[in-house]
């Protein structure tokens, strides 16, 4: 069984621009987490969904982070006008249920910000 | 909020020494507790758990102990090898999320 994906791995982009990242979790996974880790730090939580649905996105830092689970398997975080500050290693994570399981975590998306 | 504080790092060791990597935290409620791994080039592994007072998680010889006196749950490994060097994190788990330290950089050296 393949483990979570996340799509492009690497992403440059100039301030300003709008960027989508992509997780894949592990099939059958109903719980996904987005985490953002800056340089030296650990992983930040941004937001969970259960399903489709976003359980809580207390994590996400302003209105420009959005993320969406529409058919409650794969998830797109969107970036509307980029910041230079925005530049970290987006991570996904997936796990069986919500409650105490253990969590997947995918390889990251590195974001640059120009 | 929760949070996790835990020693910083880097530490650089010899091959066969002991290893210990203090962690603290601060939670509401009853949370789990997890050492997590990130080997060079690689994504965040679950390293060991401990979900409750006073249990022991352990893995690769790797071990830590849940004290709630103490709002503790220090890392151990009696002999380390080349192979351990990895960035090591520990998270709490409450309220459907993880909360993570930042992390500490150990190269053992042959």
């Known amino acids: 069984g393949a483990g979570v994906s996340q799509t492009p791995s690497n992403k440059v982009t100039e301030k300003g621009k709008y960027v989508e990242l992509r997780c894949d979790p592990i099939s059958g996974h109903t719980a996904l987490y987005w985490y953002r880790q800056s340089l030296g730090q650990g992983p930040e939580f941004l937001i969970y969904?259960?399903?489709?649905?976003?359980?809580?996105d207390s994590g996400l830092p302003n209105d420009r982070f959005f993320a969406v689970r529409p058919e409650g398997s794969v998830s797109t975080l969107k970036i509307q006008r980029t910041e230079r500050g925005d530049s970290a290693v987006y991570l996904c994570?997936?796990?069986?249920?919500?409650?105490?399981?253990?969590?997947?975590f995918g390889p990251g998306t590195r974001l640059t910000v120009l | 909020g929760d949070s996790v504080t835990q020693m910083e790092g880097p530490v650089t060791l010899s091959e066969e020494a002991f290893l210990t990597i203090n962690c603290t935290y601060t939670a509401t409620g009853y949370p789990s507790l997890f050492w997590y791994v990130q080997y060079p080039g690689e994504g965040l592994q679950l390293l060991l758990k401990a979900t409750k007072a006073d249990d022991k998680g352990s893995n690769k010889g790797f071990e830590a102990t849940y004290r709630k006196e103490t709002t503790s749950f220090h890392l151990e490994k009696g002999s380390v090898q080349v192979s351990d060097s990895a960035v090591y994190f520990c998270a709490l788990f409450n309220d459907y999320k993880l909360s993570f330290g930042a992390g500490t950089t150990v190269t053992v050296r042959a």
């Open positions: 969904f259960q399903g489709t649905g976003a359980a809580d």
């Open positions: 994570a997936s796990s069986l249920t919500g409650s105490y399981n253990e969590q997947f």
